[in-house]
């Protein structure tokens, strides 16, 4: 038997889509924040299937609860989460620059927008001057992701998936360029969109479960963030008010009010998309549709961070905003009575010239003007003057997103001041290597489920080897505990093929994709080891299987190119290649393969 070698380390079995994920989740929430236009919202039609989805769990959209709270859907229609996507249509092109013609010299790829007939389109193509394009590929923009604050990118559909357009605008410098996370690679039009990500910007969004970028028909129930993402579902509220002829008065407990709730649970509705953690987990059997606001954020969802240490206290801003307040000295002197929404009106987003003034009486609830400690001159030559929030919470570049920059939610007294002690002891004696963000206020010191663990740890193993030998260690447990969950069976048969024990990984990936048969990139493995066990046939037919339920799968696609010429099925592989490059034409390697098939084939 051949040995069977593992050319990557375990924990880069799903490596691509968490770091798809992880871009995506930070690019989606970066354009959330944009100053710009107001753009025409159009809200999609909505079939028969998805009103009747939409009463079964509650749900009945903002515009049914503007029908009693008009004001406040006005204002908050206004704000960035209020117009947080919107459909392309003719009179949103005529708000937004819809021309660009850009060329990335480090990819040497040439992109264009421009709008026809109403609709927008983006274009990638590869081009030597003086001679016709190797390449072109051209796709109708269907969505806006992001306000305007800082830019706005587009989503595209294509069979049922939908992904991000390569290119997206920036309001900082008024203009066009590749979208966050295109430095890295030529991803096309194919990075897809997932659950993690378009849940934080969108009302109701519809993915399908265990896939990679697929949603349901339409993709959307409720298109910007609304009313019930932060007050949970309305049909109970609203049959109230009908009942009582709209004269409620007091507390209904149909419908969830963050004032009304403790600070922890406040916090969890607005920490499940602004507290993004090294690592963020969901419990198993949970989606992201899961959460309820007014319920523990924990029940769905585990937000998790790698201990600071002294030499490397926590720096970034981005996404971080809960636990970033959590070290601020106001958070600590309240005892934890000090919430998100202490200070934010999720109703009403003030202009950046009403903004310090805004805040600056959020400040004077708790101070006084004596409580400032910096001298009366200094304090008139701010920008306004007496602009708490410009010396307390400075706006910093985001590292991780060009011409973006974010409010620093760790209040300072002064930019020098260090973090306190606690900072570095927040672990537990349950958790002693991580920290949990989010624990249920009922249950603090609770260990996390080890199938969370599980995750955590090969996630962060990733970059963080420490961590490799906590993953093996929760996996043997679950191998016995857990033997019947399929990603457990996936990780067993993981560890395997590393080990060089083709049989007994085949073996494991057959029996988790027997438990949940939706899982692509098993098949992937499976393939591999069954290829390396020279079953060859079964090794294609799972990669079959996996290209049907991900046909965007670059990967997998190549692998059966590979497996294919292996198998000395040279016909079809070659339609397999010219299939690959109908799917991903950016691919210039792969063009060069098809052109020696081509050669070898004429002569």
């Not at 004001?71 to 209020?82: A, D, H, L, N, P």
């Not at 260090?418 to 927040?426: G, L, R």
């Amino acid at each position: 038997m051949r040995p069977c070698e593992q050319t990557t380390p375990w924990w880069n079995r799903r490596r691509t889509l968490q770091f798809l994920f992880k871009a995506a989740f930070l690019v989606v929430l970066m354009l959330g924040a944009i100053a710009g236009p107001v753009p025409a919202r159009t809200q999609p039609k909505r079939d028969a299937s998805t009103v009747t989805r939409s009463v079964a769990d509650g749900y009945i959209g903002s515009s049914a609860c503007a029908q009693c709270h008009a004001e406040i859907f006005k204002r908050y229609s206004q704000t960035s989460m209020g117009r947080s996507m919107s459909v392309v249509t003719p009179e949103l092109l005529r708000t937004i620059p819809a021309e660009a013609s850009i060329y990335d010299e480090k990819i040497d790829r040439h992109f264009e927008v421009y709008a026809r007939d109403g609709k927008l389109y983006q274009t990638e193509f590869q081009a030597k001057p003086g001679q016709e394009p190797t390449f072109r590929d051209t796709h109708q923009l269907n969505w806006i992701l992001g306000s305007g604050m800082n830019g706005f990118g587009g989503i595209v559909q294509r069979e049922g998936f939908l992904f991000q357009a390569p290119l997206s605008f920036y309001s900082k410098t008024n203009g066009w360029a590749l979208s966050p996370g295109y430095e890295f690679g030529d991803y096309g039009f194919s990075r897809p969109i997932l659950a993690g990500c378009i849940s934080c910007h969108s009302g109701r969004p519809r993915p399908i479960a265990e896939s990679n970028g697929r949603f349901e028909n339409p993709p959307f129930v409720e298109l910007a963030i609304g009313c019930e993402n932060c007050h949970g579902p309305g049909s109970l509220h609203r049959a109230s008010a009908l009942a009582a002829g709209h004269q409620l008065k007091g507390k209904d407990l149909h419908i969830v009010n963050p004032a009304r709730l403790t600070p922890p649970l406040a916090n969890n509705i607005c920490m499940s998309c602004h507290q993004a953690g090294d690592v963020r987990v969901l419990k198993p059997g949970k989606t992201y549709q899961d959460f309820r606001p007014g319920t523990p954020l924990d029940d769905t969802l585990s937000i998790i961070i790698i201990p600071p240490m002294r030499e490397s206290p926590p720096q970034a801003d981005h996404l971080e905003h809960y636990y970033s307040m959590t070290l601020s000295k106001c958070y600590r002197s309240s005892q934890g009575a000090m919430s998100c929404i202490s200070c934010h009106d999720p109703h009403v987003e003030p202009s950046r010239e009403v903004a310090p003034h805004f805040f600056a009486e959020k400040c004077m609830k708790c101070h006084t003007d004596k409580s400032c400690r910096a001298a009366s001159e200094t304090r008139q030559h701010t920008d306004p003057p007496d602009n708490c929030i410009g010396c307390h919470m400075p706006k910093r570049d985001v590292r991780v997103i060009q011409h973006s920059s974010i409010t620093n939610h760790r209040i300072l007294a002064r930019p020098d001041e260090p973090f306190p002690d606690v900072t570095f002891s927040q672990t537990t004696s349950s958790l002693p290597d991580l920290i949990n963000l989010n624990p249920s206020p009922t249950s603090k010191n609770d260990p996390l489920p080890r199938l969370t663990l599980l995750q955590a740890y090969g996630e962060l193993s990733e970059t963080h080897p420490q961590y490799v030998s906590r993953y093996f260690a929760v996996l043997s447990e679950l191998a016995s505990s857990e033997a019947n969950n399929a990603m457990v069976q996936s990780a067993l048969g993981h560890r395997d093929l590393k080990n060089g024990q083709c049989a007994q990984a085949a073996q494991h990936l057959q029996r988790s994709i027997q438990i949940d048969p939706r899982q692509a990139s098993v098949y992937g493995d499976l393939a591999e080891a069954l290829a390396k066990l020279d079953r060859r046939g079964e090794s294609v037919a799972a990669l079959q299987s996996g290209i049907a339920l991900d046909p965007f799968n670059p990967v997998l696609q190549k692998s059966l190119i590979v497996q294919l010429v292996q198998a000395k099925r040279y016909a079809e592989a070659k339609t397999a290649l010219e299939h690959y490059l109908e799917v991903f034409p950016q691919d210039d390697f792969m063009r060069r393969m098809l052109d020696l098939a081509n050669d070898g084939s004429a002569k």
